[in-house]
């Protein structure tokens, strides 16, 4: 092994440019999501983390259910994709068309469904 290389030091808000996103290891080792492709399982894991966002926005339903807003844009956005692609990936997950791992539910015209992302790691 060569020497050590001169690597610089973070300063001030550079240290934050490794902010990670969380995918369960499950969603990759589980045979059940062998066929959920690794789009759809980050687009997950995004989820997952916008659900703290909305836990402390108080965005919970009449039965104490967390939910987030993702609409399709927001969807493009992060993924840099096309609308067709993040709809493809929200069939994906959602229960409907997908695995179920989300459920969205409209609210009605010109208002973003609710989404809300399941706990598949608790067996039903």
């Known amino acids: 092994m060569g020497p050590p290389l001169d ?41 997952l983390d916008r659900m703290s966002l909305s836990l402390k926005n108080g965005w919970l339903d009449s039965d104490n259910r967390v939910y987030i807003f993702f609409p399709v844009e927001e969807v493009m956005e992060a993924l840099n994709c096309k609308s067709e692609k993040a709809t493809k990936l929200l069939a994906e997950l959602d229960g409907k068309k997908g695995i179920g791992l989300i459920e969205r539910v409209r609210q009605g015209q010109g208002k973003p469904s609710l989404v809300y992302v399941k706990n598949f790691a608790v067996v039903p």
Do not use: H, N, W
Not at 16 to 44: G, H, N, W
């Open 7 to 47: 690597f610089p030091y973070y300063y001030g808000r550079e240290a934050e440019q490794y902010a990670f996103y969380r995918i369960p290891k499950l969603l990759i080792s589980d045979d059940r999501f062998r066929f959920v492709s690794t789009d759809a399982k980050l687009l997950y894991g995004l989820m």
